[in-house]
């Protein structure tokens, strides 16, 4: 008891000294002192960083095709090796990754986007909530593998015909992947909204004559946003994932464009004697996706205020 | 509760990173078992040396093509004429020699010389084998030759085989086992025109009475035609399997030798190849198109359980189309009278060809043990004329100055355009490694003098239907690859250029022209030809046409798949003759283990 007391003002002390709070800054606090997720948020951060600046480093093209060096484990000229047209599999590598990111990211923007505005409707307003949450548990219900093919069967053809082939195939996959993964955000921000709707703050804010705009934007949505952070990092992992799904089932990306999944796809068939082929792409996607989870689970550590000690 | 979510997270994070080690060691450790089976398959084989009928257990195929419709006469593609030929038999078939082997309906072979062909080749009687029975126990005749010529000679059936109804005046049953075929016109290729190969298939009259005509298209008999083959249908799923039992009215009694045969289609040739050689599941797998460098290993590996049949024969080629996919046209996509915006421009033609790196595609993909670069349309006869043509010569330089000198200039954007077109091509094509790789090695040159190129492709079981909008035979794109097969005889292939062929909407896409080209003046050529029967100036008049077609570029040719793209299978199997001008099935009877 006595020790404890002497120790309360050294804590108050170095209390005193740290600078002043706020939300943001003790979420940061508390996340850099989670050490999977800060290796994570290092990971990530080369690889994204690899993605937009690497293929201006490694200058060697993704496309150039030469026989000669075909199927070539790693070296220091071809760092992953070869694929099986003699094309360099870092470079390849990197432009995997910029898309597979660029997916994930884009995808999630939109389901985020989505789910938020749904579950904004739906918690705030009580004659919406019944509907848009029954359309919400029609969605959750869909099989999400076959509607994705469906989908891509029926709108490939006219997206790539009006914008082209590589950016149809783009928005159609950012399409198909946000439009079927918007529901866990909704229900979270509903949730939220629910609890926040009948506090003090928001009676208050009424009062004093706010619109419901004002209200579910300025105050209520402000203050659900931190399981809406940690929900679209987690998505951002499981949007790449579906990408390279997609790709390793020939349906996303047309062959010539070498996104991650595509590239395990291609790989498939060299696994027993160029395994550097399979490995590399293999190996960018699950960085990826486990550094994600990772900052993911640090966030939702470090936003969460009842976990604090 | 977040707690345990998040461990668990982690923990199934760690579990993928060991599932990826284990999935990369994982090739070595199937071989084991693999080489059990090989001995046990060995062991089987000695204990059956005779070959009674159905006493051979099952057999096996794999089609990485899946079948999709059992009449020889409505196929989309080979898969479905092979399907369909252990039912269906033509009179006679192409021995592996090019010359005609009665091993089918007709007793022997007419020729001059027996008296079977009149002497000024217009008149061919064909004697049929006796008491013939289709597997349904009713008797064979004549009259289901006649009928089958006239099911798939009438304009209403758009039969896929009519390419030669306009020749013959008149197919007559001259007795129960006599056919008389009266041509219009002398013809030397008396025998492709009527009775032999792939696409004769003799149909039964009872069954397929009511389906000529515009009934033809949906007529169930399609999926379930009853044949005098050694085998009859056990059950069809189209797009998937079909399995046959033993004909037991099959008119040799001691074949065939397996009681019930499946094939499996779908799948990928990578797949196909590895079950008849590595694991031993398939007994025969159909058409190994796989990369070389995947193939080569499996071939070469010391237990590989698979030999190879040389019974392949195909030309891979890039179909041009003349007329305009646009979709903006709707109903009017790709008819044959809506000129294609900038591929009936000979010069951007020749620069697609000048660009393409046959070689590449040939020694690279396909290796000696599948195929050889080819610039001809036509292989028998082979013309030497074009091997100093420059749209035979890989030469991209040259065929950037054809652009830049014919007015097609570079825009901003890198493509070149003229009068407001821009060179954006769609090339299509089914899907194969193999041939998405030839779309990325000549998308790459394409693109480097200035063409947007956009490749896709789509399964090979809708890609080879004429019912499907992303299929060859619709050809909803601008240029196509796949790959067929010609009878030893060049007239049917070049005929498959004129512009009676054109595919239609009117014609159900059923003819054989799917670029829709059409030139008089080639018609004259192909006409001279048939019209002509000394042999020595056929073959001049072939190799003209052939060089008209590859001077114009009506179509790009690759690969010649005449040396096998084999098919693989398994070195248990017994009696695998196979020809290169027949379907890879038309001697399944004789097949043992």
């Known amino acids: 008891m006595a020790a404890a007391e002497q120790e309360l003002p050294k804590i108050a ?35 994204v960083l690899g993605a937009l600046v690497g293929p201006y480093l490694w200058t060697q093209p993704a496309t150039a095709i030469d026989f000669t060096i075909a199927l070539k484990g790693p070296s220091l000229e071809h760092p992953f090796g070869t694929d099986d047209l003699g094309r360099d599999m870092l470079a390849r590598v990197l432009f995997g990754g910029r898309i597979s990111i660029a997916v994930g990211i884009t995808a999630v923007v939109l389901a985020v986007t989505l789910g938020t505005a749904i579950g904004a409707f739906a918690g705030y307003f009580g004659r919406l909530d019944n509907p848009l949450m029954r359309l919400t548990d029609l969605f959750l219900s869909l099989p999400v593998l076959p509607v994705l093919l469906v989908l891509i069967y029926l709108f490939r053809e006219s997206l790539q015909r009006s914008l082209g082939s590589e950016i149809g195939t783009f928005v159609m996959i950012v399409g198909v992947i946000g439009v079927l993964n918007w529901m866990a955000v909704a229900r979270l ?84 004697f160029a395994p550097h082929f399979a490995i590399f792409p293999g190996l960018a996607i699950f960085l990826i996706v486990l550094a994600i989870n990772f900052i993911g689970d640090g966030l939702r550590d470090a936003l969460d205020p009842r976990r604090k000690i | 509760m977040d707690q345990a979510v998040s461990h668990y997270r982690r923990a199934l994070a760690i579990m ?39 006493t051979g257990g099952n057999l096996t195929i794999l089609y990485w093509q899946a079948p999709t419709i059992l009449n ?45 062909v009149s002497s000024d080749l217009k008149t061919v009687t064909w004697k049929l084998r006796p008491n013939l029975k289709w597997s349904d126990g009713s008797a064979f005749s004549a009259d289901d030759v006649v009928f089958s010529w006239q099911y798939r000679c009438d304009k209403g059936t758009a039969a896929t085989t009519a390419i030669y109804c306009e020749d013959i005046a008149s197919v007559t049953a001259k007795d129960p086992n006599t056919v008389v075929v009266t041509f219009k016109a002398p013809t030397a290729n008396y025998w492709g025109e009527f009775g032999v190969g792939p696409s004769e298939g003799v149909l039964q009259k009872a069954q397929f009475a009511n389906c000529v005509g515009a009934a033809a298209k949906d007529c169930p008999a399609n999926q379930k035609p009853i044949g005098t083959g050694p085998y009859k249908l056990a059950s069809f799923k189209a797009g998937d399997v079909v399995t046959y039992d033993v004909n037991p009215n099959y008119r040799d009694p001691n074949k065939p030798f397996f009681k019930t045969v499946t094939i499996k289609g779908g799948g990928d040739a990578e797949g196909a190849a590895r079950a ?33 049949a040389a019974t392949y024969n195909a030309l891979e080629r890039i179909t041009v189309n003349f007329a305009n996919p646009d979709p903006a046209l709707g109903d009017k996509r790709s008819e044959p009278d809506q000129k294609h915006p900038f591929l009936g421009d000979i010069n951007v033609r020749r620069a697609l060809a000048m660009s393409a790196n046959r070689a590449a595609v040939a020694e690279q993909l396909y290796g000696k043990p599948g195929g050889e670069p080819y610039c001809n349309v036509i292989v028998f006869p082979r013309s030497k004329s074009t091997d100093s043509l420059d749209v035979c010569k890989y030469d991209p330089a040259a065929a950037e100055k054809v652009l830049q000198d014919n007015g097609w200039v570079k825009g901003s954007d890198g493509i070149r355009a003229k009068g407001g077109v821009k060179l954006v091509i769609n090339y299509q094509t089914s899907t194969n490694a193999v041939r998405q790789k030839t779309q990325e090695i000549l998308k790459a040159d394409w693109e480097k003098i200035g063409f947007k190129v956009n490749i896709t492709n789509s399964s090979a079981t809708t890609f080879f239907t004429n019912t499907a909008p992303d299929g060859y035979a619709k050809f909803y794109a601008d240029l196509e690859e796949f790959a067929s097969s010609q009878d030893p005889d060049p007239t049917g292939f070049l005929q498959q250029y004129i512009c009676d062929e054109r595919n239609a909407k009117a014609n159900n896409w059923n003819k054989n022209n799917v670029g829709r080209f059409c030139d008089p003046a080639y018609d004259t050529l192909v ?12 073959d001049a008049l072939a190799i003209q046409a052939n060089d008209y077609l590859v001077k114009n570029v009506v179509v790009i040719s690759l690969v010649n798949r005449t040396a096998p793209t084999p098919n693989g299978y398994s070195k248990a199997l017994k009696g695998v003759q196979g020809s290169p001008f027949e379907s890879s099935l038309y001697d399944i009877a004789n097949w043992t283990k």
């Open chain 2, 276 to 308: 008849a050689c590595q694991t031993g599941e398939a007994d025969y797998s159909w058409n190994l198109q796989v990369p070389l460098a995947v193939l080569q290993p499996m071939i070469s590996a010391a237990d590989s359980k698979c030999q190879f």
């Open chain 2, 527 to 538: 006409n001279q030809l048939k019209s002509e029967t000394d042999p020595a100036k056929r």
């Open chain 2, 72 to 116: 020889p006469h409505q196929a989309g593609g080979t898969k479905d004429n092979d399907a369909s030929r252990l039912i269906i038999e033509p009179l006679a078939s192409w021995g592996p020699d090019g010359k005609p082997l009665a091993n089918g309906l007709a007793a022997e072979i007419p020729t001059t010389q027996n008296g079977g």
């Open chain 2, 16 to 54: 993928g990173a060991a599932l990826l080690l284990v999935a990369a060691c994982g090739q070595q450790a199937g071989t084991t078992p693999t080489a059990t089976a090989s001995v046990a398959a060995t062991a089987t084989a000695s204990v059956a040396p005779t070959a009674a009928r159905g």
């Open chain 1, 189 to 272: 921000v509903r949730a939220e909204f629910l609890s926040l709707k009948r506090r003090d703050f928001v009676e208050a804010a009424r009062c004093t004559g706010a619109r419901d705009g004002r209200i579910i934007s300025r105050h209520i949505l402000p203050n659900s946003l931190s399981p809406v952070l940690v929900a679209a990092t987690i998505g951002v992992g499981g949007a790449v994932i579906t990408e390279s799904t997609l790709s390793f089932l020939g349906l996303g990306f047309p062959p010539d464009v070498p996104s991650l999944g595509r590239l395990l796809f291609d790989a498939t068939n060299y696994l027993d």
């Open chain 1, 13 to 47: 002390a170095s209390v005193a000294a740290r600078p002043a709070r706020s939300l943001w800054r003790d979420a940061w606090f508390t996340f850099t002192r989670d050490r999977l997720a800060v290796t994570g948020l290092v990971v990530l951060t080369i690889m």
